[in-house]
């Protein structure tokens, strides 16, 4: 990409730039520019033909410096750093065209080059249209509650736990946990999921997002530079700017090749004079001719044009790429890790089977229910995270919960409390350990089985005085997600070579889950320096290797990884800083989208540097061998360049 091209970028890329010299581009902008050269050249070809020679050469000197106004400003710029770029062969060339007696044909050049760049411009400002779109995302005010009133704050002066008060079709200007109230939030526009979510008291909502239905209080947890809309907005500005490995490469390459170029074109004009006694114009002539066809454009700005159309897709539909490099290295993956709490799993116990023991059956007429409601309000006044998942199981239902005396929780045990006189307990088996009972045995034997089918037993019992009755045990197990298997399916179909799971968790929870979604491998008990060395041998083993996790425990997994991809939405900070892409939305078939995406983006790189280099090889053969015109090679350069602009652009409307 030219100096023009990059300070172009640069201000496209910083909207305090774009607002500061907005008047400045109005008026005298590149667009305005190449009409006033297209208007300026087709005069000074009707004023040639008609015998005006003066007015002709003043209609040429006004294009000369309207077409050639930016590339002569990014040549000495670059000549400046001690760089040869593309404007200065586009400005040779004209020149030379000039110098032989063909202006009009050097003012075409510059037409046509500053025409091709505000193609291009045009084009990438199409996919930079995630950042605009995100900050038009963040609301400038919130509606604060402050004791019984409502005020309508700026959003930058809401402070940390301050409420807000959503009513329905509200964006909601800050990240909070609500605190009365439910609704259905939309967070297509953050997370790409189609359908709106239901959200409740204690549920998490993110700036951005649309309350559709229902009036939310909503407790500040983030700060405005600390929200997941801040984040994304500052991942998609970075990635803008992180350049692609091939970018990075023809970016080196360009002032090499820049520089070949004008050698032999200087070989190409010098050499027919000495050798073969060719009259200087038809030489020189050809000479521009050759540096126009061999100019390398279209090579420069296939990549970013491509990269920006992939990071604009992706960041429509959540997936958040932190570069142009990962959109490339995510093409070549041939393992897929994942961690298994919170990635193949929901992060979240949940209430699998209730088994009632023979003395509760003879008691009651819905026995599971009943044991259900039984261990519900027993945990109700517990934080423990297996008791949580009790209650709310319970309250799926509309179970009613009745109020209980005595309680009393034994860290690393369970509950002991009082319905109606008689001592009921609810934990695991060392809380009935040390008390002697009849059905422990069959209990016992129960337990053990849930256990080795990856589940974790908690008993229900009544105390009889010194003795214990088992009434019935509550299976729970961390869900996996519906969607994970047929992901994991997906990634197969794509040609991934080994699809593994990774967790902390035991070897029976480990093969249950590994049996439910279809992994090839699955390694248990590890701790976050055995996922560190797992993935250390995978990339010695395959070489490519993508790591997919949530939690703090997987970041150095991330780290080291050939792509870290985090859970965006439930994600820790530590693994959305350390990880290369982020999933916004807690969607697993964005993994797959997420290559899918890259490998169409390599196909399309391919083709537009084999169509550029192919070009240029044709008119080098067009030249030499039927002396093909400067206008026909400038229209071939620039015609490529806008092709392989527009090729690139088609990425943004990429769907699987």
Known sequence: MSATENTLLKQK??????????????????GTLVLLTLLTMVAGLISEKLGYAAASTL???????AGGYFGLKGSIEA???????????????????????????????????????????????????????????????????????????????????AVIVL???????????????EGEIDQASLTGESMPVWKKSGSTVLAGTINQTGSLEVRVTKRPQETTLARMIKLVEEAHQEKAETQ?????????????????????????????????????????????AASPCALIISTPASILSAIGNGARRGVLFKGGIYVERAAQLKVVAFDKTG?????TPQVMDVLTLPAFRSQTSQPEDELLALAAALEARSEHLLAQAIVQAAQKKQLPLVEVDAFQATPGKGVEAQIDGVTYRVGNSRYLADLPGNGLDEAKGVMTQLQKEGKT????????????????????????????????????????????????????????????????????????????????????????????????????ALAVATIGLAMGAAGTDVALETADIVLMANRLDNIPYAIALSRKTRRVLTANLSFALLMIVIMLIGIF????????????????????????????????
């Open 248 to 292: 990075r490469f023809l970016d080196k390459a360009e002032q090499w090749y820049a520089t070949g170029v004008i050698l032999f074109t200087a070989l190409v004009a010098i050499i027919p004079m000495l050798f073969w006694d060719e009259l200087f114009a038809t030489a020189f002539y050809r000479a521009m001719t050759v540096m126009v």
């Open 79 to 161: 000549l400046r750093a001690w760089v040869i770029d593309i404007d200065l062969l586009m400005v040779l060339a004209a020149a030379g065209a000039a110098i032989v007696g063909q202006p009009f044909e050097g003012a075409m050049l510059l037409f046509l080059f500053s025409l091709s760049n505000v193609l291009q411009e045009y084009a990438l400002d199409r996919t930079r249209n995630a950042i605009r779109s995100l900050m038009d995302l963040r609301p400038e005010t919130a509606l604060v509650r402050q004791g019984e009133q409502l005020i309508s704050l700026p959003v930058a002066q809401v402070k940390l736990g």
């Open 59 to 65: 209609f040429y000197i006004i294009a000369y410096a």
């Open 625 to 656: 061998g039927w002396a093909m015109p400067l206008p026909m090679a400038v229209l071939g350069h620039e015609g490529g360049t806008v092709l392989v602009s527009l090729n690139g652009l088609r990425l943004l409307a990429f769907r699987r």
């Open 343 to 347: 990635t193949l799993t929901k992060g």
């Open 167 to 181: 009513r329905p079709g509200d964006r909601i200007p800050l990240d909070g946990t609500i605190l009365t109230g």
């Open 457 to 556: 037993p908690v008993v229900v019992a009544r105390l009889e005085g010194e003795k214990v009755v088992p009434l019935g045990i509550l299976a729970l197990a961390d869900e996996v997600r519906p969607d994970a298997a047929a992901v994991i399916a997906d990634l197969k179909q794509l040609g991934i070579a080994r699809v593994i799971m990774l967790t902390g968790d035991n070897q029976a929870v480990a093969q249950d889950v590994a049996r439910q979604v279809g992994v090839d491998a699955f390694y248990a008990d590890l701790l976050p320096e055995d996922k560190l060395r797992l993935i250390h041998d995978l990339k010695k083993q395959y070489g490519t290797v993508a790591m997919v996790g949530d939690g703090v425990n997987d970041a150095p």
């Open 13 to 30: 890329l910083n909207p305090s730039t774009q607002v500061a010299s907005s008047h400045n581009v109005h008026l005298w902008g590149p």
